[in-house]
């Protein structure tokens, strides 16, 4: 994904506008958070700054990115995708899963949670990379 600084400002000038605090996109291995302070890239902060330009296309961008049922991180730590290294994957893009599967492992304070399918679906996107950090309520999975 090439990251437009355009977007990056109609983004920051998006938060200004309708109060908000930061704005979260995920476009396959690319996320893009925007806060009132920063900028973060994969995990790559960059100072915001701020200009007068067009909201439309900030607005269509985040719509665009994610459509389907969004599965949430119940809690801060590090997915994992397997059980163990080297282990078969819980899920792939386009498997079907259903309710109460688990998708993913998050380890918090050297605890393993396994965290469970809050849908039936299918797999559309998997939104975070194996040992990746990642914070409560952050979408992990997408479904269709």
């Known amino acids: 994904m090439k990251i437009d600084k355009n977007i990056i400002k109609e983004l920051s000038n998006y ?3 309708f109060n908000l605090t930061e704005i979260e996109i995920t476009e396959k ?15 790559q902060t ?9 909201l ?14 969004e599965i949430t991180s119940p809690i801060i730590g590090t997915a994992y995708h397997a059980p163990e290294p080297g282990a078969k994957k819980f899920v792939e893009v386009g498997k079907k899963i259903k309710k109460g599967d688990t998708i993913m492992i998050v380890e918090a304070m050297k605890t393993m949670n396994h ?22 309520g952050q979408t992990i999975l997408i479904l269709e």
């Open 15 to 17: 938060l200004d506008e």
């Open 29 to 43: 291995d690319t996320k893009i958070k925007v806060s009132k302070n920063n900028v973060s890239i994969n995990n």
């Open 46 to 54: 960059i100072p915001a700054s701020t200009n007068n330009t067009n």
């Open 56 to 69: 439309t296309a900030a607005s269509q961008s985040s719509e665009n990115v994610k459509s389907g049922t």
């Open 115 to 136: 965290v469970p399918s809050t849908h039936d679906g299918v797999v559309k996107e998997i939104c975070v990379d194996d040992g990746q950090p990642v914070e409560f």
